[in-house]
């Protein structure tokens, strides 16, 4: 099975909110403001998955819980961007942010 993905958007994290570009909106969620962040690592770009594939890199989630909702965003996570990710996640941690980071891939984020 192939399965083809298409860019839509973009998901920018900091210390002090979340900003998602999609589909020519842009949603901000200030992280004070968010009951629960989780962040889900289930594969990277190129990553090997089983012996003869090969990971997308696109199988990752970030889930917001905004009141009594939560909001799932899907994203694509390249090799190059693990480090980025996970000296975000120590900032949070010394910020003193609450969040969940799950990793089933390879590449350690936490």
Do not use: C
């Not at 909110?17 to 589909?23: D, E, L, P, Q, S």
């Not at 200030?30 to 629960?36: E, F």
């Not at 996970?86 to 942010?97: E, G, M, T």
Request: aromatic fraction near 10%; proline fraction near 1%.
């Amino acid at each position: 099975m192939i399965v083809n993905y298409k860019k839509v958007g973009i998901i920018e994290l900091n210390e002090s909110r979340i900003v998602v570009h999609a589909n020519e909106h842009r949603v901000v969620h200030d992280i004070p403001g968010l009951t629960t962040i989780e962040i889900f690592v289930l594969e990277v770009e190129g990553e090997r998955n089983g012996r003869m594939s090969f990971a997308n890199g696109s199988g990752n989630y970030l889930e917001l819980g905004v009141d009594r909702t939560i909001i799932k965003y899907q994203f694509f996570l390249a090799e190059e961007h693990v480090v980025l990710l996970r000296n975000l996640l120590d900032s949070w941690r010394q910020h003193k942010v609450s969040f969940t980071a799950k990793s089933a891939s390879r590449f350690r984020i936490h």
